[in-house]
């Protein structure tokens, strides 16, 4: 497969390929997956790492599943076959096209209360489709592997980290039990349109702990976030497992996993290798106190 570099050139040449004209894209986010704005409402997602093409799939599949149970979810664009996977790596990068939110007149207009009802709302659902069993610590373990960024006193430190909080989660109950997931349940995926507030951004969608969606609002505390946010979004929710053995567990993966797309991306970005060598000395110290930052 012909390798193509640039996330910006792997959207045009998707684009191509679905008969839309590449010449208007516009860069919205780079990070785990770029993403680009194209006239004509449409928004193209270029996926990135451990199983991307695979996770891609799933997160077409499970919206146009859950939009036809009313789910207030982002939308594929229908009439193309998704995801487009062009090259770029041996396992080809994975590229997918999205129906633009109506966008109401106040973008920001979301809130915690509005994130713990879309998860309550989420988690009473059952899919007919198998989903990938909760295996939190994979994209990070292969972040780790093929990347010789770090120093090695790091990358074992992370390792042994990894399989001591797998043997933990192995051993942790739940009470909320196992179900479908979001995956990556924060407040930045949830987009306000004139319909109401939408969940975006599947890519992580899986079988797992219900309260592995409601993880991301207590970690929000290492970015400045209040505490509120959690409280919020938990009585929205309707539920507070935070007393629970296994809680902790699943923020401590929660934290060490947030690395891997950092680790991905230090070699070719300075922010982002600042951003992981200051996440991984603030987990290997165990300080609490240190601020971390999103890197866009």
Do not use: K
């Not at 972040?143 to 430190?157: L, Y």
């Not at 942790?172 to 349109?193: E, K």
């Amino acid at each position: 497969m012909t390798e193509i570099e640039s996330p910006l050139e792997q959207a045009r040449v998707a684009c191509v390929i679905v008969g839309f004209d590449p010449s208007g894209l516009q860069p919205m986010r780079l990070h785990s997956n770029a993403v680009f704005a194209l006239p004509g409402r449409v928004v193209v997602r270029v996926g990135a790492g451990a199983d991307a093409v695979g996770r891609a799939g799933r997160a077409v599949m499970v919206t146009r599943w859950l939009a036809g149970h009313r789910f207030p979810t982002v939308v594929p664009v229908g009439g193309v076959d998704q995801p487009v996977v062009v090259g770029g790596s041996a396992r080809g990068i994975p590229v997918t096209f999205w129906e633009m939110a109506d966008v109401g007149p106040d973008p920001a207009a979301v809130s915690a209360i509005d994130l713990g009802r879309l998860l309550a709302r989420l988690h009473q659902l059952c899919p007919p489709f198998v989903l990938p069993r909760f295996r939190p610590l994979e994209r990070l373990a292969a972040a780790v592997g093929e990347s010789g960024w770090r120093v090695a006193s790091d990358r074992r430190w992370i390792e042994e980290r990894m399989a001591e909080l797998e043997d933990c989660l192995g051993r942790a109950q739940f009470r909320l039990g196992w179900g479908l997931v979001h995956g990556d349940a924060q407040l930045d995926n949830v987009l306000s349109s004139r319909a109401g507030p939408l969940l975006g951004d599947w890519d992580n969608v899986s079988t797992a702990p219900r309260e592995w969606d409601l993880v991301p609002a207590a970690v929000e505390q290492r970015f400045g976030g209040s505490p509120r946010l959690l409280t919020e979004l938990l009585a929205a929710y309707g539920a507070d497992p935070t007393a629970d053995p296994g809680w902790a567990v699943l923020c401590d993966i929660y934290e060490l996993r947030s690395i891997a797309a950092h680790i991905r991306r230090a070699p070719v970005s300075p922010p982002h290798a600042r951003e992981a060598a200051l996440r991984i000395a603030s987990l290997r110290c165990g300080d609490w106190g240190v601020r971390w930052s999103a890197v866009g």
